[in-house]
């Protein structure tokens, strides 16, 4: 079986992605790894479901994450965890925002996602990262950095905090390194 | 990412689509042409941005025929040329497209298409471009993943410049939509961009009887380059066959997910990886699939390879099982998952991952912007419900302004290519006595629109014609049109006024209105406009919410 590190990010169109995506895939590639992502533009950003797949290690064939083999899913909002359960094994880490978009008909209950997601594993944490963001940066757009340091924080990424920064600090305008910076170490903060 | 675009050597993380540049810079490229499709745009918004500083002529054209026959004229000249599109744009373009392979490029030309499988960003149609190599014997490429677009990009100007012909590389959107590490080669240090025309009209002029043997010429350009093909790199073998005599032949990201899918299911098959789609290495695959005892054509869509294997097998190894399209699917994209359920059954295996299924099927649908910003159509969608009279029939077309075919709209009551709402609506006006209104978006309406509108005022057929003016072409991310005052090159010019146009095709009705400021005049005139049984023009004008936030940023 292959031994490439695969993350499966979901979200609706707007919740930054693909900046996420970009940052996580530098921080790989600065470490000499191979890497491929898939991801989706176009009308689906306008605030429809979307999934972009990451994967690194020695040598990545496809840009899509087979089915089970996900490492870590990265739900920004609650409901789109589901898009990530076909990618979901005993082995995967969820992190998901308890941060809800409506949808047509019936909603699913947080505690229904948790539950249908909890059959595939036991590494599932969720957690009110966009009203932390909100309340503590007065800024949504950066949930996804957040919720990747809390990732990092639960060592279910082979990334460091370290190698994290660096990758933002090349990709991004100056302007915004405080504020990602503060997303990244959020978490860990309102713990202590 | 587009910062790495012009950077001197060593290795960046691309996007395919950036890839594509990155070669075509590497090639010496001159002159770009495109217009803005999803997903193919990343090539005019990158280009747009990096134009002046890698010194070439770039323009986002009025539409993809009108890009086609700038590189035309731009190629005669003697400039190499890239010209962009996605797939319904090369149906856009194809009138200028198939003459242009009996003339022959002159400065080396690649043209760049993207399909999208499943249709993520695509609505009208699942289209394989592939068919247009049949079509117009267009010699064709698949590049695989990133560093293939850029490779594959260079040996495309290559193979344009030995024969003297335009070279389409075709990409889906797994392939112009994935990122990864690609070595960057060296890029030319100058460049002059000025060509000239030379008369030749044995060349240039397709007439008959001349058209005739143009056609002819390019029949033996194809087998040469069919000879070239089955002696490329572009085409080749991996891993040696094994005990079980299995192969598979696959192209494009089919061959990623091909080679995911050997590690998945645990077999080892010998691998062709076709590189040229057209004209196919046929010589190659007689050699490949003479030992076999059987084969799986990976390939997306149609059965296009399927049914050339079928055919060369006849002659070489008509005993040969191919395995195909009753194993993979013929609709939606390929994946790591479906490849390795067809290699499975290649091998008499099964694969059959445990996947917890989900309870509910989600999907949030696409919406306009709400929220700050909020987009400009909400209120246009709400006056339109309000004023129109129960039984009108509502002509959708491609933009953003799509949406309101999804709930809580659900208004269109069809939808179907560019520019296509007004055409469409003349033709139900006429053959009924219902009422029709038709949208368009500003960047729709210059592109293809104008001639329907034209249309329905010449055959007099009163649809009404609403044109939603925000004042950019908003959904495949904000590219300037000629409705701006600005062009690709940055330049001020003055702005296509919309009114004037259609002031000059002699609609009698027109009204120029701000949905958010003027919401019930909207409502009044809609409804005055619909019943008086005049082609009528309303233009309901508002920046897109997305653009004045950015504005305002500035």
């Given at each position: 079986m292959n031994k490439n590190f695969n993350i499966v990010i979901t979200g609706v169109?707007?919740?930054g992605l693909i900046t996420l995506l970009d940052v996580i895939s530098k921080a790989a590639f600065n470490k000499g790894l191979d890497i491929k992502t898939s991801e989706l533009h176009g009308l689906?950003?306008?605030g429809g479901s979307v999934s972009v797949c990451i994967r690194f290690g020695k040598k990545v064939y496809s840009p899509m994450v087979p089915k089970t083999q996900a490492n870590l899913v990265l739900a920004?909002?609650?409901?789109?965890a589901l898009n990530g359960l076909e990618f979901a094994s005993k082995k995967t880490t969820f992190v998901i925002n308890n941060y809800q978009t409506p949808t047509l008909g019936e909603s699913v209950s947080l505690r229904q996602v948790e539950n249908n997601i909890k059959l595939a594993t036991d590494k599932v944490f969720v957690m009110p990262f966009s009203e932390i963001c909100t309340k503590?940066?007065?800024?949504?757009?950066?949930v996804g950095v957040a919720m990747l340091g809390f990732a990092i924080e639960k060592g279910a990424?082979?990334?460091s905090k370290e190698e994290i920064i660096q990758a933002m600090k090349e990709i991004m305008?100056?302007?915004f390194w405080e504020l990602n910076l503060k997303a990244l170490s959020l978490i860990k903060e309102q713990k202590e | 990412m587009i910062q790495d675009l012009l950077k001197p050597s060593g290795k960046a993380i691309l996007l395919g689509n950036e890839a594509i540049i990155r070669g075509a810079l590497e090639s010496g490229l001159q002159f770009v042409s495109t217009y803005p499709g999803t997903p193919a745009s990343e090539i005019g918004n990158s280009f747009y941005k990096i134009a002046k500083q890698a010194n070439v002529y770039f323009e986002f054209s009025t539409n993809e025929k009108v890009a086609m026959e700038a590189t035309i004229g731009a190629s005669f000249s003697g400039l190499k040329c890239l010209v962009a599109m996605k797939n319904f744009g090369l149906n856009v373009a194809s009138d200028s497209l198939l003459p242009f392979f009996y003339t022959g490029s002159k400065g080396p030309t690649v043209i760049l298409v993207a399909d999208d499988p499943s249709c993520h960003s695509s609505a009208q149609s699942e289209e394989n471009s592939r068919g247009f190599s049949y079509l117009g014997h267009i010699p064709t490429l698949e590049p695989s993943d990133a560093q293939e677009c850029k490779d594959f990009t260079k040996l495309a100007f290559g193979l344009s410049n030995k024969f003297k012909i335009p070279v389409m590389v075709r990409l889906t959107t797994r392939v112009a939509h994935q990122k990864m590490p690609v070595v960057l080669g060296n890029l030319p240090k100058t460049k002059n961009l000025l060509g000239k025309f030379v008369r030749n009209q044995k060349r240039f002029v397709t007439m008959p009887p001349r058209v005739l043997e143009m056609h002819q010429e390019l029949l033996e350009k194809m087998v040469a380059m069919a000879n070239f093909s089955s002696k490329s790199l572009m085409n080749k073998v991996i891993g040696a066959m094994g005990k079980e005599k299995a192969g598979v032949i696959t192209s494009g990201v089919a061959f990623s997910h091909t080679m995911e899918a050997v590690e998945i299911v645990g077999v080892k098959p010998t691998i062709l990886k076709l590189g040229?789609?057209?004209?196919?290495p046929e010589d190659k695959i007689k050699k490949f699939i003479k030992p076999l005892k059987k084969v799986l054509i990976a390939e997306?869509?149609?059965p296009y390879l399927e049914k050339e294997i079928e055919r060369i097998a006849k002659?070489?190894?008509?005993k040969l099982q191919i395995f195909g399209k009753n194993v993979l699917p013929e609709v939606g994209e390929l994946n790591p998952d479906n490849v390795a359920v067809g290699l499975a059954k290649l091998f008499g295996k099964v694969y059959a991952p445990k996947v917890i299924k989900s309870i509910k099927k989600l999907k949030h649908l696409p919406r306009f912007c709400t929220?700050?910003?909020?987009?400009?159509?909400w209120k246009l969608y709400a006056a339109v419900k309000q004023a129109a009279p129960e039984g009108t029939v509502f002509g959708g077309d491609i933009?953003?302004?799509?949406?309101?075919?999804?709930?809580?709209?659900?208004?269109?009551?069809y939808l179907f290519s560019m520019g296509s709402g007004m055409g469409i609506g003349h033709g139900v006006k006429k053959a009924t006595k219902q009422k029709v209104i038709a949208f368009v978006g500003d960047g729709t309406f210059l592109h293809s629109g104008i001639p329907a509108l034209m249309n329905s005022v010449y055959n007099k057929s009163g649809v009404l014609l609403i044109i939603l003016d925000n004042s950019i072409t908003a959904m495949t991310g904000h590219q300037v049109n000629p409705?701006?005052?600005?062009?690709s090159c940055g330049e001020e010019i003055a702005p296509v006024k919309i009114e004037n146009i259609v002031k000059a095709l002699n609609v009698k009705n027109i009204a120029i209105l701000d949905q958010e400021e003027e919401y019930n005049q909207l409502v009044a005139t809609i409804k005055e406009f619909v019943n008086s049984g005049e082609t009528s023009v309303i233009i309901a004008r508002h920046i897109c919410g997305l653009l004045e936030k950015r504005q305002n940023k500035k």
């Open positions: 169109g707007g919740q689906s950003q306008r920004l909002e609650f409901q789109e503590e940066l007065d800024n949504q757009v950066v990424l082979p990334l305008p100056e302007k | 040229m789609f057209y004209p196919l997306e869509l149609d002659s070489v190894n008509p929220g700050w910003p909020t987009c400009p159509y933009g953003c302004y799509m949406i309101a075919a999804l709930p809580p709209h659900s208004l269109y009551d409705g701006m005052g600005k062009n």
